[in-house]
């Protein structure tokens, strides 16, 4: 079992910025990609950003060059640094964490954060 708990949402002005926090507790061995995903309203919940606990990334097209993702595998906590922000990018914010046992793979949400993004 595996809780993740997200922070650092709130409103901004476009061109602003915010960084999400996404906390891992639990039983967090073996953890390996930890991503963002965010759903604006009568949308469809979409990838934001991706990171694998060696480092290597996935971004959406249309935040590239503005978001970097992140992560502290001693802290057991993912990042999401969002600068230039676009109202479109309004939306609840949520963390996912894959861990991997042998031969099974487990998913965890967390309760997802809300960022709105005024023009």
């Known amino acids: 079992q595996v809780q993740l708990v997200e922070s650092g949402g709130g409103l901004v002005q476009a061109g602003g910025s915010l960084r999400l926090s996404c906390a891992a507790s639990g039983s967090i061995f073996s953890i390996n990609a930890m991503g963002w995903y965010r759903q604006a309203p009568g949308k469809q919940r979409e990838l934001v950003a991706a990171?694998?606990?060696?480092?290597?990334?996935n971004y959406a097209d249309s935040v590239k060059g503005r978001f970097t993702i992140s992560r502290d595998n001693a802290k057991s906590t993912a990042y999401l640094q969002m600068n230039s922000l676009k109202p479109e990018d309004t939306a609840v914010y949520y963390c996912?964490?894959?861990?991997?046992?042998?031969?099974?793979?487990?998913?965890?949400w967390g309760q997802g954060t809300q960022v709105t993004v005024s023009s």
């Open positions: 990171i694998t606990a060696g480092g290597i990334t």
């Open positions: 996912k964490a894959d861990k991997v046992v042998p031969g099974v793979e487990h998913y965890y």
